[in-house]
Each structure stands twice: as structure tokens, then as C-alpha cells.
């Protein structure tokens, strides 16, 4: 069974520090991996997407990496703002020839900034 | 342009009663996506459609109906209301998917309280 693992859970910091956030999946056949952002009482928003062959993605103050060989992702705050408060979600895409693409969403990871 | 719109944001049924969620998105998308977000659990997808007048079921489709009559809709129908169908309900769409430019635009959801 497809699954996506996110931590940690909680995550509170101080506004002006740098955070970085796990995602670890066992998805096969692997396509393409997602983050976004949500905000409390909203839809999700995409932040970056990586296919197998790309290894980072920069999105202004959101750096994320892919280590396909090891199945990792991280999303990584530079100098985080009270705006980026929300949970944040990797969603890993498989896809196989001839079916529809399968997203496995995680249960995401809730960042807390405060002044 | 709106993007993704949901109707109505909140609604509090009886066991056993009937409603529909409606969704409408502006951007001509193909694919278009029900969603139920459950506190610490991923995203888990209900039904999905490719196109005007399909629809598929997803991964937790029992106990749902829907329906895409036309291209910028895609209804969600509870016939008989359950508590376990209490939950925030994500509507989604996307062009056609490919490897890297799958990437789904989400309404702001309808929170569902089922007594």
C-alpha cells in the first residue's frame, strides 16, 4: 500500500528562523512529488513539484529536495514569516501506463510562528 | 477569474438525511476531484471525473454519488447521512495530468457535521 509519512507532527518557531520539514514515502511506480501549503479553513496550495530526475526546487523563501533513492523529501523555510503558519502537505503522484494517477496525500505537518 | 468555488461552506445534517455539495471551477479544467480531509489523516480522494460526463470512484467512494453534467461542475451527493461522514470536503481540478504538471487547484472546502 502506497504511503506518506510526515514529520514531525508540530512544529513551533520563532519567527526569523529556518525550519525543515520530513516527508519519507514507499509509492510505487513513483511520479512526481508535491508540497502545499494550507492555511487554516482553506483549500491546499501548491507550493513546489519534483519529478525523479530533478533533486531541489526553490519556490522564493520554500526550498524543497527529492532523494529518490532513499524515498525523502524535505521542504525547507528560510527566515519563516508569521504567514507561513499553516500545514504544510507532500503528496507523491505513481503512475502506471494505461491507469489513472494515484495521489497518496500525508497527514502533513502544522507550523506555528510566532513573533 | 474565481477558480475553485464550493457550496454551501457549512451544513449540518440529521442521520439519514440527503445533500449535495456543489463544485464549479472557472479555469476549463478536464480533470476535477471530491476530497474528505479527517483531523490527522491525509487527503482521501471520494470520486474523481476526466471529462464531462464521467465520473470514477476513488478511494473511500461508499456512502457518495456524483455527477458532471457539464465541464465546470462536478456535484457531490450523500444520499442517506452517516456521522462517519462528518468531515471537511475538498473540491479539486487540473488539466489533463502529465508527469510534471499535475498540479491540482483546490476549492476552500465545506465542513459537514452529520448528527
Known amino acids: 500500500k502506497n504511503q506518506v509519512e510526515q514529520s514531525p507532527q508540530s512544529l513551533i518557531i520563532l519567527e526569523g528562523k529556518n525550519c525543515t520539514l520530513q516527508?519519507?514515502?514507499?509509492?510505487?511506480?513513483?511520479?512526481?512529488l508535491r508540497w502545499y501549503k494550507q492555511d487554516t479553513g482553506r483549500g491546499p496550495v501548491s507550493l513546489t513539484i519534483m519529478t525523479f530526475s530533478e533533486n531541489t526546487k526553490s519556490n522564493g523563501r520554500y526550498t524543497a529536495t527529492l532523494d529518490a533513492d532513499t524515498k525523502q523529501s524535505s521542504l525547507h523555510i528560510t527566515a519563516s514569516q508569521l504567514s507561513d503558519s499553516a500545514s504544510y502537505i507532500c503528496v507523491v503522484s505513481a503512475h502506471s501506463p494505461g491507469s489513472a494517477r494515484q495521489l497518496t496525500f500525508g497527514s502533513g505537518t502544522q507550523l506555528t510562528v510566532l513573533p | 477569474n474565481a477558480g475553485v468555488t464550493q457550496t454551501p461552506k457549512f451544513r449540518v445534517l440529521k442521520t439519514g438525511q440527503s445533500m449535495t455539495l456543489l463544485c464549479a471551477q472557472d479555469?476549463?479544467?478536464?480533470?476535477m476531484y471530491w476530497y474528505r480531509q479527517d483531523p490527522g489523516m491525509g487527503l482521501r480522494l471520494i470520486h474523481y471525473s476526466v471529462g464531462e460526463g464521467t465520473t470514477a470512484k476513488g478511494e473511500v467512494p461508499d456512502g457518495y454519488n456524483v455527477s458532471r453534467l457539464k465541464k465546470q461542475n462536478f456535484l457531490l451527493g450523500l444520499e442517506s447521512a452517516a456521522p462517519s461522514q462528518t468531515s471537511v470536503y475538498f473540491c479539486a481540478s487540473s488539466y489533463r495530468p502529465t508527469l510534471s504538471t499535475d498540479t491540482q487547484y483546490f476549492g476552500p472546502g465545506t465542513r459537514l457535521t452529520v448528527l
Open positions: 479555469m476549463n479544467h478536464e480533470y
Open positions: 516527508c519519507n514515502y514507499t509509492v510505487s511506480p513513483f511520479s512526481n
